[in-house]
């Protein structure tokens, strides 16, 4: 089965500095999803992008794919100590089973 | 704005004990979801459910859970016989397209 991928694992930055994290998967997807977690919470929903999309935008969030690379990126601009999460993301064969990564865990230093 | 909402939130049990976890799904979706997700791993997806009949499964997803929409708003997972290894947070989830996740609730097999 499709397994997303992130990477790096782990990522500290100042505030209103850029975090850029990447996922990588290997079989066909029918969408990528990015969702956010906070320590012990739920999985917030954070954007979806198809596979006939490349690049994405909603607020200070940005996601590429690159489905012949097979691979996601997503970019958290202006970052703030709210922003302190684990990302993940989910791949979706178009069978409604989402496969998540690992997730990056990044800290906003303020 | 509706989300989806689960119960309990912490579940403590005995090994062989019958458990039962509630999530009520946001109103007009019409896929449901449970996924899991044992400390320190990844999210990983049991079962997807729509029109009143399980759609989706994986090989977790075994002869031990079973999962019901008693009426027009509950969606449950009952786990007949726990494990220690069923220890993890289970997560509903529900879509239209994208997945909505509630917060989840913390199993615990003693």
């Known amino acids: 089965s499709q397994q997303g991928e992130e990477d790096p694992q782990a990522l500290s930055i100042q505030e209103g500095e850029n975090a850029t994290m990447n996922c990588s998967y290997k079989?066909?997807?029918?969408?990528l999803q990015w969702y956010r977690q906070n320590s012990g919470r739920g999985l917030v929903h954070l954007i979806l992008?198809?596979?006939?999309?490349r690049e994405k935008h909603s607020g200070r969030l940005r996601v590429t794919l690159d489905t012949s690379k097979k691979s996601s990126s997503l970019l958290i601009t202006a970052s703030r100590a709210a922003d302190t999460a684990s990302y993940f993301c989910a791949t979706d064969d178009g069978n409604n089973r989402l496969a998540f990564g690992k997730g990056n865990q990044v800290v906003v230093i303020p | 704005e509706p989300e989806v909402t689960q119960t309990p939130s912490h579940q403590v049990t005995q090994m062989g004990q019958e458990v039962i976890l509630r999530c009520v799904p946001i109103s007009n979706h019409l896929y449901f979801y449970w996924y899991r997700q044992i400390l320190g791993q990844k999210v990983e997806f049991l079962v997807s459910?729509?029109?009143?009949?399980?759609?989706?499964k994986s090989e977790i997803f075994d002869d031990q859970f079973s999962v019901e929409r008693p009426d027009g708003s509950n969606f449950t997972l009952k786990i007949r016989s726990t494990k220690l290894e069923d220890s993890a947070m289970y997560f509903c989830?529900?879509?239209?397209?994208?997945?909505?996740f509630g917060p989840g609730t913390r199993l615990t097999v003693l």
């Open positions: 079989t066909s997807i029918n969408n």
């Open positions: 459910f729509y029109n009143n009949e399980i759609s989706e």
């Open positions: 992008i198809r596979s006939n999309e």
């Open positions: 989830a529900s879509s239209v397209y994208e997945q909505f």
